[in-house]
């Protein structure tokens, strides 16, 4: 997908708003008087306008609650009588619901949104008056799909000769990738356009509206309390995305993976974006088909990826050039595209993390003139990704590898390849060839909310010097605790997480990593 945008240079002027779309706040509600109250919380959240979804009234008297709804209300309005036929809740007759929406714009609303399939009704009833102060939002949702390019460009341009003031546009994304056929959309609008689309995978097209020139997002109140799938909160746009900085030139950034919601990487590279005023931004991106996504996506602002389960193996195909450590491990983790040629360079940052820490943990305040790790018998627990990425890095660093996992055969596989030893789990509580060993745990044995479980008997933790596991919620496992209680030294996974991020974070804008700001953050 090539957008054009221009280049504004590296810096966001942090506080100043870089652009005019605005934050719209749906208030759904069983009574008036519960409105007028979500108007406030709207206002101190710092939405710009709010959404009067008058369908969700129980009881409703149009000219009494509408004039005291705009009265009161502390923002602009817009007004909204969604019928069950468009998404909505209203279930009576047609006549009546557009009264109100007419009697809405008669009585002072900022905005009022009326469906496609009702706008030549709406116009007749209203004998082309319009009192300037109202624009007339003219909307169409889809809940089943994302039209073509060529179906999505009809379908504004029938919107616009409906009379709209705003064209709205809402689909259904069944994959990420329908998401760049709205934003080509938003881009070459000429005029206002709120294009929205929903679900999960639509997320980008909520959060990065400001770069293609959308009129509004909508916003939620309060997490899950949402008027159409995949809304943000107010708060993670203006706190966690700086909705308010982004604007043409942002470049786009994310964590690729399926699932991927639980991913705590927004919030550690915004965060770091944020500090040192650099011009991009960090998303959630639900991925089904990662070859797809790249070659949708593959314009330069769209500029550098995080990769996790379970496309890791699959991302190293879709790369230009690959770093030869990610090549011999066979997955990478962190994807850069080069901005003077677009082309995509793979690398994988999971092991340095882990192995740096080990190192680290291993030297506590001597001084070795090469890695502590070299001659050390180094043994990896788990034979996916990860324990691979591991077991690279241990051997690069002079240890001899000993790889277990659950089924022998896989752990005969990438032995082979890394020059190692295969063991079976079960075997790993009688193997002690010698003391003083390494034991790093790769797989997701503890993890919550399984926190009783552990890869090996505490007996067995004695022969080992250093136990890691990379699994990081919770920070203390069982594994480490019982390591700590054998006399072993511990090194948690979350200096992995941070220790991956830290290489991805200077691949992705050229800046040492604030190691002190991603610690604070990760705590």
């Known amino acids: 997908m090539e957008l054009v945008t221009s280049e504004v240079g590296l810096k966001m002027e942090s506080g100043t708003r870089r652009n005019p779309t605005l934050i719209c706040a749906p208030l759904m509600a069983d009574t008036v008087d519960q409105m007028l ?42 007004f909204t009588y969604r019928p069950i036929w468009e998404g909505g809740q209203y279930a009576g007759d047609e006549k009546s619901r ?25 116009n007749d009833s209203v004998h082309g008056y319009r009192p300037a102060k109202c624009k007339v939002i003219v909307s169409s949702h889809n809940y089943h799909n994302t039209p073509s390019s060529e179906d999505l460009g009809n379908l504004v ?36 356009i709120i294009a929205m689309v929903m679900g999960e995978r639509g997320l980008m097209s909520r959060v990065l509206c400001p770069k293609f020139g959308g009129y509004l997002t909508f916003g939620t109140l309060d997490s899950g309390k949402v008027s159409a799938p995949g809304q943000p909160t107010i708060e993670d746009l203006l706190n966690l995305y700086s909705f308010r900085q982004l604007g043409p030139d ?15 990487s927004p919030k550690l590279y915004n965060e770091a974006f944020k500090s040192v005023g650099f011009n991009g931004v960090y998303i959630h991106l639900l991925v089904d088909d990662v070859g797809k996504f790249f070659e949708t996506y593959s314009s330069t602002d769209f500029a550098g990826f995080s990769c996790t389960i379970p496309h890791k193996e699959d991302a190293l195909k879709c790369c230009d050039e690959v770093d030869p ?3 011999s491990i066979g997955a990478v983790n962190c994807l850069v595209r080069r901005p003077t040629d677009g082309k995509l360079f793979g690398c994988n940052t ?87 060993m390494i034991l790093a745990n790769t797989t997701s044995i503890g993890m919550q909310p399984k926190v009783n479980e552990t890869p090996i008997s505490k007996e067995a933790l004695k022969h080992y010097a250093l136990v890691f596991d990379a699994v990081y919620t919770p920070k203390i496992t069982r594994l480490l605790g019982e390591a700590l209680e054998a006399g072993a030294k511990i090194v948690t996974g979350i200096e992995m997480f941070i220790g991956q991020a830290y290489e991805q974070y200077e691949r992705f804008t050229g800046l040492p990593a604030p190691k002190e700001l991603f610690r604070k953050i990760v705590a």
């Open 157 to 192: 341009a029938c919107i616009q000769a409906s009379g709209a003031d705003i064209v709205k546009i809402a689909t259904t994304a069944l994959d990420i990738t329908d998401v760049s056929r709205v934003f080509q959309i938003t881009v070459h609008s000429h005029v206002p």
């Open 98 to 122: 557009l009264d109100a929406l007419r009697l809405a714009m008669e009585l002072g609303a900022d905005h009022i949104d009326v469906e496609l399939k009702a706008i030549d009704e709406f």
């Open 250 to 264: 942002t470049k786009i950034y994310g964590i690729i993976g399926k699932p991927v919601s639980h991913s705590k």
């Open 325 to 327: 450590v990610a090549k």
């Open 350 to 436: 999971d092991h340095v993390g882990a192995i740096t820490a080990i190192e680290d943990g291993l030297r506590g305040s001597r001084h070795f003139s090469e890695s502590p790790l070299a001659g050390k018998l180094f043994v990896v627990i788990g034979a996916g990704g990860a324990g691979k990425a591991l077991a690279y890095g241990a051997k690069e660093k002079g240890a001899r590898v000993v790889i277990a996992n659950r089924t022998y055969e896989r752990a005969r596989e990438i032995a082979d390849t890394v020059g190692g030893q295969a063991l079976s789990l079960s075997d790993l509580d009688t193997f002690h060839p010698e003391n003083g």
């Open 37 to 78: 109250s979500l108007m406030q919380k709207a206002k101190l959240s710092g939405a710009d306008l709010v959404e009067i979804r008058l369908d969700w009234l129980k009881s409703f008297n149009p000219r009494t609650d509408i004039t005291n709804l705009i009265k009161h209300c502390p923002l602009p309005t817009l």
